[in-house]
């Protein structure tokens, strides 16, 4: 019964979990946060189990109703989908053991609605991943947009103009998409995807399918964040609640790239993406010119969560360039590096959060050798993202840029090539600049009297973060070493059963 309902499993229990606490948060505040780590960490094991059967049971399909595709509709469990559930789970377990203390500080007396949109949030994503059919991907596409826009509203003083811009940019997305799906389905006369995979060689040739195609592709991209459709990003990272922030960086962005690559490679296939109406190209290449682009501006910021929301933007661009590529060996480095920088950018925005916890600001211009001798454990964490951010072996980031850099040289793209060899020495640049300041720039001996903003009269933190902000913040950058340490079997047992038959 349970391997039956595998891929509708993990959704109900987000939405379940949306309604008891809104619920609970009537009467029994004190229930809320329990609810929602118990919900997230029943969705964790859901996860592995799903993992497992997929491997070694093979693809799972679930179809709503009792009715049969494409009439009905159909969640399927694959590789591909369990893969990518997995990575969600895992962030989101960590995220919400962090927020334990970080919300109660930032968000007090909204506890209950924040969690109760958060697994809204949660539910949004996963039935994207689940989901074997457009229109219902388009729903859920909703559900995460609309829950994402809250979460980030409530943040800081300037977080309502970014949520504001995130919802016009979000809308103007799903907007696109909707349009695109109109366009499919007067080409195939299907909305489900595995219906359609079989229809596209008989239709390849209609101009409406390349109208389809480019719309979704567009309307994806905005929630990808793939330059230039960035202009959301930013503001949205850097002015959110650091459980939000925590949430939407590590995991939003790398849904709507999972939906990319099930799109195009999975359900259009890779000869029509690649050669018939090559839009992976159009996709590599504002890659590539996102990946300087974001490294540039990420050197340029003062402020830790804002240098990450830029870098961000080009991490996003190692997935595009992998898919661009549209080969075995990019495909691998995409999907590999949407593990790779969900643990990487969740531990940094970590770090950022446990920065505003005890010190109340994440100004790197304030950073000095105090943060490391009063936070060594946080720093250490850091230090662990950085330089897999930056590639360094034998750090997770390093294997996603190898197989990148593979992928270019077999494809004899060498501006690709150079493109992540030169990233890579500015993603050192600016994540150096913070380790210089935390382990050598010392500390200001005095403190002017005159002085009155919060940074001047607390120039460093008092002690260490607490363990509830801790142990989650080590346990990600504990895991960026054993996801590097193991890539080779995470590759050979994981992502290598998921590549297309065709490719």
């Given amino acids: 019964m349970i391997t039956q309902n595998a891929p509708a499993l993990i959704p109900v229990i987000y939405l379940a979990a949306s309604i008891l606490i809104a619920l609970a948060g009537m009467r029994r505040k004190w229930l809320v946060y329990p609810l929602a780590v118990f919900a997230t960490a029943i969705a964790f094991s859901v996860a592995g189990f799903n993992l497992f059967l997929v491997l070694h049971s093979g693809t799972v399909s679930y179809r709503f109703g009792g009715w049969i595709p494409p009439i009905g509709i159909e969640y399927v469990l694959d590789?591909?989908?369990?893969?990518?559930a997995m990575v969600v789970a895992a962030v989101a377990f960590a995220v919400l053991i962090h927020s334990r203390r970080s919300v109660p500080l930032e968000l007090a007396g909204k506890e209950a609605p924040y969690y109760a949109v958060l697994m809204l949030l949660l539910c949004g994503f996963n039935g994207i991943v689940f989901t074997g059919d457009?229109?219902?991907l388009y729903v859920f596409l909703e559900i995460a947009s609309l829950a994402g826009y809250g979460l980030v509203g409530l943040g800081e003083k300037r977080s309502p103009v970014a949520a504001f811009r995130y919802l016009i940019m979000g809308s103007l997305g799903a907007s696109f998409y909707l349009l695109g799906l109109a366009f499919l389905y007067m080409a195939t006369g299907s909305?489900?995807?595995?219906?359609?995979?079989?229809?596209?060689?008989?239709?390849?040739?209609?101009?409406?399918?390349?109208?389809?195609?480019?719309?979704?592709?567009i309307g994806l991209g905005i929630k990808m964040a793939i330059f230039p459709l960035h202009g959301w990003l930013p503001d949205a990272y850097t002015y959110a609640p650091s459980t939000s922030v925590a949430m939407i960086a590590p995991l939003g962005t790398k849904i709507a790239a999972y939906v990319i690559i099930r799109m195009l490679f999975y359900v259009f296939g890779v000869h029509y993406v690649s050669r018939d109406f090559p839009i992976t190209t159009v996709i590599g290449w504002l890659s590539v010119i996102g990946i300087i682009y974001g490294s540039i501006m990420a050197m340029t910021q003062t402020e830790l969560k804002r240098m990450l929301a830029y870098s961000s933007v080009a991490q996003i661009g190692y997935i595009g360039m992998g898919i661009g590529l549209a080969s075995?060996?990019?495909?691998?480095?995409?999907?590999?590096?949407?593990l790779n920088h969900a643990f990487m950018i969740a531990c940094l925005f970590l770090v950022a959060g446990n920065l505003r916890a005890r010190v109340g600001h994440s100004n790197i211009s304030d950073f000095n050798k105090s943060y490391c001798k009063k936070m060594p454990w946080t720093f250490a964490a850091f230090t662990i993202a950085a330089l897999s951010m930056i590639g360094i072996p034998p750090t997770a980031g390093f294997f996603s840029k190898w197989y990148l850099a593979l992928a270019t040289i077999d494809a004899n793209n060498w501006i690709f090539l150079a493109v992540i060899l030169i990233s890579s020495l500015l993603n050192a640049v600016y994540f150096f600049n913070i380790l210089e300041r935390v382990y050598l720039r010392p500390a200001a001996s005095t403190v002017p009297a005159t002085l009155s903003s919060p940074t001047a009269a607390n120039p460093g933190p008092q002690r260490e973060a607490s363990l509830s902000l801790l142990v989650p913040t080590l346990t990600l950058a504990t895991a960026i070493l054993v996801l590097g340490l193991f890539n080779a079997v995470i590759v050979k047992k994981l992502i290598?059963?998921?590549?297309?038959?065709v490719m």
């Fill in 496 to 501: 290598l059963p998921m590549l297309p038959v």
């Fill in 191 to 217: 909305l489900n995807m595995a219906d359609i995979s079989r229809i596209i060689p008989y239709v390849s040739g209609n101009p409406v399918l390349f109208v389809a195609v480019s719309l979704m592709t």
């Fill in 134 to 136: 457009f229109f219902n």
């Fill in 79 to 84: 590789p591909l989908s369990a893969f990518v």
């Fill in 328 to 338: 075995p060996l990019g495909l691998i480095g995409a999907v590999l590096h949407v």
